[in-house]
């Protein structure tokens, strides 16, 4: 299942009764598993809210791993030439961008960015030179966020640069509402192919599985579970594709989901 706006609603938190809806499908056997575009150090919180075990998806499909274990399954890095030019483009046009390892959050300044990734995103960014970087790091995702209109014109010009190179997806989270987190990934890169890798390692089906959320880059696992399931807020493409909608994040629609799809009642 995701995260934002499908566990954690507009207070960042995640309802008792999701937890204890949750807790309820762990105890029974059945394996709970994250995907998200959040980086590792994000949901590693999240993931020990909820006492998970096993293996999650991050970096919007680019690294599939067992956080806690540090076992890692799959991971489509952006390639260091690649690297290279999202930096060089960055510079050359005023965005500030984020590149992220598999545990490390670097940015070249500080700014509102910063200490919302220290607060609500629970990540220590590394202020540095990306020259210094650049070849020494394995860049898993980037990132633009962007709250005005000028840095989302600039976030769509970034889009349209790299638009046949690289691949986009947008995430928005409850808790900052009229921000998008661009998220930069490489070519192929996606949720629902970290979900079929997932599972073949795993040795389960693909039509076993039930998947929860609410965004657009939700939308290829939902295509290709047993049963998906769209948060009432989704948009109606994403309800469209799904077996059910269930209620928004404000109202646990997680564990009216789990309630009403695994024990039903």
Request: glycine share 8%.
């Amino acid at each position: 299942m995701d995260i934002d706006g499908t566990l954690l609603n507009k207070g960042g938190t995640v309802s008792d009764e999701d937890k204890q809806a949750l807790a309820r499908v762990v105890s029974s056997g059945i394996k709970v598993s994250l995907a998200s575009g959040r980086s590792v150090t994000a949901c590693l919180p999240l993931i020990n809210e909820l006492g998970l075990d096993g293996f999650h998806t991050t970096f919007d499909g680019a690294l599939v791993s067992d956080p806690k274990l540090n076992h890692e399954v799959f991971a489509e890095p952006i390639s260091a030439a690649m690297v290279e030019k999202i930096i060089a483009y960055a510079h050359d046009s005023g965005i500030d961008i984020e590149l992220y390892s598999d545990n490390r959050l670097f940015i070249e300044r500080d700014s509102w960015m910063g200490d919302v990734r220290r607060q609500a995103f629970h990540s220590q960014p590394i202020i540095t030179d990306f020259a210094l970087i650049e070849r020494e790091e394995r860049i898993i995702k980037g990132t633009i966020v962007a709250r005005s209109a000028a840095e989302k014109k600039k976030a769509a010009s970034f889009r349209r640069q790299f638009g046949d190179t690289l691949c986009f997806s947008t995430n928005r989270t409850p808790t900052f509402p009229g921000v998008d987190f661009v998220n930069v990934l490489a070519p192929g890169v996606s949720k629902g192919n970290a979900i079929e890798i997932l599972t073949s390692f795993i040795d389960i089906a693909l039509d076993e599985v039930m998947a929860v959320g609410d965004g657009a880059n939700d939308a290829s696992i939902l295509s290709r579970v047993g049963f998906a399931v769209a948060m009432g807020d989704a948009s109606d493409e994403l309800k469209a594709i799904a077996h059910h909608v269930t209620l928004d994040a404000e109202h646990s629609g997680v564990a009216k989901a789990v309630n009403r799809v695994i024990f039903a009642r």
